[in-house]
């Protein structure tokens, strides 16, 4: 049982950075891999990048890979995204989910979402 909030999205202009934090509630977010996802205007939602539950293992989608960074400090319940160089085709609703592996994220196999953040990229 766990519920995922975003936070940190907002208007940037290209080639510049943003930090997006996903706080959950819950006591085993530890034992979860976390991930993040993105929906941009008219197109389906596609995955981005996933963090095994101890921090340890990291797994980008092609296109931000060298760009964007994910984290947890599971101290504070926490998952981040650092979003560097960003690019207009970067814009896009954010949001964080929950799975039992980087693998299950990847595929999309997830337990909990995240109500999502917008992040608009302008050129």
């Known amino acids: 049982q766990v519920q995922l909030v975003e936070s940190g999205g907002g208007l940037v202009q290209a080639g510049g950075s943003l930090r997006l934090s996903c706080a959950a509630s819950?006591?085993?977010?530890?034992?979860?891999?976390m991930g993040w996802f993105r929906q941009a205007p008219g197109k389906e939602r596609e995955f981005v990048g996933a963090?095994?539950?101890?921090?340890?293992?990291?797994y980008y989608a092609d296109s931000v890979k060298g760009r964007f960074t994910i984290s947890r400090d599971n101290a504070k319940n926490t998952v981040y995204l650092q979003m560097n160089s960003l690019k207009p085709e970067d814009t896009a609703v954010y949001y964080c989910?929950?799975?039992?592996?980087?693998?299950?994220?990847?595929?999309?196999?997830?337990?909990?979402w995240g109500k999502g953040t917008l992040v608009t990229v302008s050129s």
């Open positions: 989910a929950a799975a039992t592996g980087i693998e299950r994220l990847r595929n999309g196999v997830v337990y909990y």
């Open positions: 963090i095994s539950p101890s921090g340890g293992n990291t």
């Open positions: 819950g006591r085993t977010f530890s034992s979860y891999a």
